[in-house]
Nanobody
Framework: VQLQASGGGLVQPGGSLRLSCAASGSISNIVTMAWYRQAPGKQRELVAG???????GYSDSVKGRFTISRENAKSTVYLQMNSLKPEDTAVYYC????????WGKGTLVTVSS
């Protein structure tokens, strides 16, 4: 499974961004997809995840502000990020789980005025 993430950038506090992650390869075996992030000097943390059945979960820090969705036909997962805060600044990574775990290259999100 190969993962290609895109959509990061610079946004002002309170703004919005949408991240995309396109999966290719053995996508029929994907059980869950998720977004993680890693801020400078901090450990990578789970932001949001979605199962093949559409069940979703979020970290408390983003609940109510971020929405994860998935287009199975396009094998793409999205992360809609609203009401962004400076503490959301991080490199965001796409993740897919089959019998193994796959990671895409990160995309940088910077929230700053």
């Amino acid at each position: 499974v190969q993962l290609q993430a895109s959509g990061g950038g610079l946004v002002q506090p309170g703004g919005s961004l949408r991240l995309s992650c396109a999966a290719s390869g053995s996508i029929s075996n994907i059980v869950t997809m998720a977004w993680y992030r890693q801020a400078p000097g901090k450990q990578r943390e789970l932001v949001a995840g979605i199962t093949s059945g559409g069940s979703t979960g979020y970290s408390d820090s983003v609940k109510g502000r971020f929405t994860i969705s998935r287009e199975n036909a396009k094998s793409t997962v999205y992360l809609q990020m609203n009401s962004l805060k400076p503490e959301d600044t991080a490199v965001y990574y796409c993740n897919a789980v089959t019998r193994a775990t796959y990671w895409g290259k990160g995309t940088l999100v910077t929230v700053s005025s």
